[in-house]
């Protein structure tokens, strides 16, 4: 009787770990979907095709932020985590943070005026969707640490994706001041290079959690 309460008992308390993995593929997999709805609206300009991925965008975050809030409820409800409940937190809020930031390019495009986007933003959505599906790598096989030379590998394979990211949004702010005189287009052009540089650079915040989460595994 006592042995069955107890096992209830540590039941209660006890996570299941696979649940942290499971909601930790579901946003991954979202941002791989978002990054991909993201780059297919670069490549177009009609107003109607842009309002459909845009509406896509946002359900895919919409549905992502469910998933971040699952993963800060159950640190406050369970006892025992896979891992440092710090990295749990900073890695769910670094997988969000990838995903708000496509939702606000398109989002800030709308607010100062639809036009097309630049080629070196087209180039950057395809940065960032190569980012998205590498950290979908890591973050799924997180769960296993006989991939951790693996996950160590993909991790610098994202770092050099996102110096990649650098060099084309320099490369476009720099056209941006030298070829447009209208204020009005700098500042959209501008505010957007922004928000794919953070998308880009949440996608390195979620590599440094990762690899610091292996390394104190291994």
Known sequence: MKSSIFSRLMSAITPHSDNYFILFNNLADCAVRASKVLAMMTAVSEDEKFEVHFAEIRKIESEADGYTKEILLSLHKTFITPFDRREIRELAMALDDIIDFMEDIPQSAKIYGRSSFTPEMVALAQILLRASEKVRDTVHMLGDMKNAERILRTCEEINLI?????????????????????ARTIMRSKVLYDLFEEAIDSCQDVSDVIHGVVLERI
């Open 162 to 182: 996102e110096g990649e990211g650098d060099h084309v949004m320099r490369a476009g702010v720099q056209r941006l001041f030298a070829e447009e005189s209208d």
